[in-house]
């Protein structure tokens, strides 16, 4: 089986994949400014509106208007501010594009803790659409459609709180899993050893069960 296949299956494994068709409503949300703040590179934050976007137009440029009523407004892009917040979403500038995945994109964050996950959508192609995949109702919300009603797919990235990124389709972790994740969170070390001892429950279906368990470890 090849590299590219691998990271497909894999990608499958760690993410939503539930396709619906393209005929969906669009969000009402989208295209209005809502309040949100923008931090820039130097450490200020600003306070404003922000016009919202659809999930994979966010994760290129922002859009900021210092008053609701301007008409006049700045674009930023992901090298130039650190992260922004538009009403409950949390995007941060991480890399990730590019063939060294070190160009940075704006990437929603999914959940919060000392380790966060964050979510870097991709449209979904309807030529090729692989089935789809929950494994594990509890932890997987399942269905994900952008605000233009398009089929998205994702992929996870863990981010510690001191700045540590672990993509998890990346080919380190779809060639080693437990020697990739054990090592990542040893500083866990009830937690890392699970992994490594492949412990039920503690495998590549169990991202979320994972990170809750290292939240919890501090």
Same mark, same amino acid.
């Given at each position: ?17 539930? $396709? =619906? ?32 976007? #659809? ?8 859009? =900021? $208007? ?17 992260? $922004?917040?538009?009403?409950?979403? $949390? ?14 994109? =704006? ?25 789809? =995949?929950?494994?594990? &109702? ?43 994740? #054990? ?32 939240? &919890?470890?501090?």
């Amino acid at each position: 089986m090849n590299l590219i296949k691998m990271k497909k299956i894999f990608t499958l494994l760690l993410v939503f994949t539930i $396709f =619906f068709g393209h005929s969906q409503t669009e969000n009402p949300e989208q295209w209005k400014k809502l309040p949100g703040s923008i931090t820039l590179n130097d450490g200020t934050v600003k306070e404003g509106f922000i016009m919202r976007y #659809s999930k994979i137009k966010s994760q290129k440029k922002v859009r =900021f $208007f210092e008053a609701n009523n301007d008409k006049k407004y700045t674009e930023y892009k992901p090298d130039q501010l650190t992260s $922004f917040v538009v009403a409950d979403a $949390f995007y941060k500038s991480i890399p990730y594009e590019g063939m060294t995945q070190k160009t940075k994109v =704006f990437i929603q964050r999914t959940t919060e803790g000392k380790l966060s996950l964050y979510t870097y959508y991709l449209l979904s192609s309807d030529g090729d659409k692989p089935q789809a =995949f929950t494994p594990n &109702k509890k932890e997987t919300s399942g269905v994900e459609l952008d605000f233009t009603g398009e089929s998205l797919s994702g992929e996870m990235i863990m981010l510690k709180d001191n700045g540590d990124q672990l993509n998890l389709a990346s080919p380190k972790m779809i060639l080693s899993f437990k020697s990739v994740m #054990s090592k990542y969170l040893a500083d866990c070390a009830s937690l890392s050893q699970k992994i490594a001892n492949k412990e039920g429950g503690y495998g590549v279906l169990n991202i979320m069960k994972i990170t809750e368990e290292y939240n &919890k470890c501090f």
